[in-house]
């Protein structure tokens, strides 16, 4: 039986690298692209969540603007984000995320939402979606937990953390389910310096990142159209500010702007009927 091509979208983490996500979304808003799933991982079920509920790309823009400057106007706020342990509290920051997101703008939205997290006390990947999750705020943030930072989200006996540990870049576990599959992968490796790696913790740090990097490069090959800017690298995943942000959400929308003709090849598929 025939139908319409299904597109999903795959959104890596990567911190505020993931601004490059919003620039992806915008040049595929222009030419009409239609994407029919998102599957994000840590930053990028943040703005996969924000686009479902509907917001363009230039709201998600002014939504992230808001929420940094909201806290760059009262620093004293970030002081009842701090848990004893040191971490920041996530469920402070899902009920922010919750002001934007509202449950129902995502149950009845038109695009699939799938945001993955790492269910710790079973060492297992969680799949929230629009129909199962925690609540959409509390999903997202569950998604972006990265550990050393941010506290885990707990709900009904479960503990998740980051989804970038298990699914960091998961076009595999979405390849079957969808036509074509378009990837923004934000984390190129970085090049470091003799001074970032001189303890034996950040050594450890660096293998482990680079391990887990090699293993997402597998999944590259999954994807029909992949946006990779390596020039993100020299990007730190928690270099926040305005100024970066723009920069990085630009390198995003002329990355995918490189693509063009791929792009346009997709709309073409987009327009008819498919075995």
Do not use: W
Not at 182 to 204: C, E, N, W
């Amino acid at each position: 039986m025939k139908h319409k091509l299904k597109t999903a979208l795959v959104l890596s983490g990567g911190g505020i690298k993931g601004m490059a996500h919003i620039g992806v979304l915008q040049f595929l808003n222009e030419i009409g692209v239609n994407v029919n799933l998102i599957a994000g991982t840590s930053a990028g079920a943040l703005i996969g969540a924000l686009y479902a509920a509907g917001y363009t790309p230039m709201e998600i823009v002014s939504i992230a603007d808001e929420i940094y400057s909201e806290f760059k106007a009262r620093p004293y706020r970030y002081t009842q984000f701090i848990h004893k342990d040191g971490l920041l509290k996530s469920e402070l920051l899902a009920e922010i995320l919750s002001r934007y997101i509202p449950d129902d703008k995502i149950k009845f939205s038109n695009i699939e939402l799938l945001m993955f997290s790492t269910e710790l006390k079973k060492g297992e990947l969680a799949i929230f979606s629009n129909e199962n999750n925690i609540g959409i705020a509390r999903s997202a943030i569950a998604s972006a937990a990265f550990p050393f930072v941010f506290a885990p989200i707990k709900d009904n006996g479960s503990t998740y953390s980051d989804g970038g540990m298990l699914a960091h870049f998961p076009t595999d576990i979405i390849r079957n389910e969808v036509d074509f599959v378009i990837g923004s992968y934000v984390s190129p490796v970085s090049v470091l310096d003799d001074k970032d790696l001189s303890t034996a913790t950040s050594v450890a740090i660096r293998a482990v990142s680079l391990t887990s990097i090699a293993l997402e490069a597998k999944n590259f090959k999954h994807c029909d159209i992949l946006i990779n800017p390596s020039v993100l690298s020299k990007y730190h995943t928690f270099s926040i500010s305005k100024d970066t942000a723009r920069e990085i959400y630009e390198i995003g929308y002329n990355e995918a702007k490189k693509q063009k003709d791929n792009f346009i090849r997709l709309l073409g598929l987009q327009g008819d009927m498919i075995a």
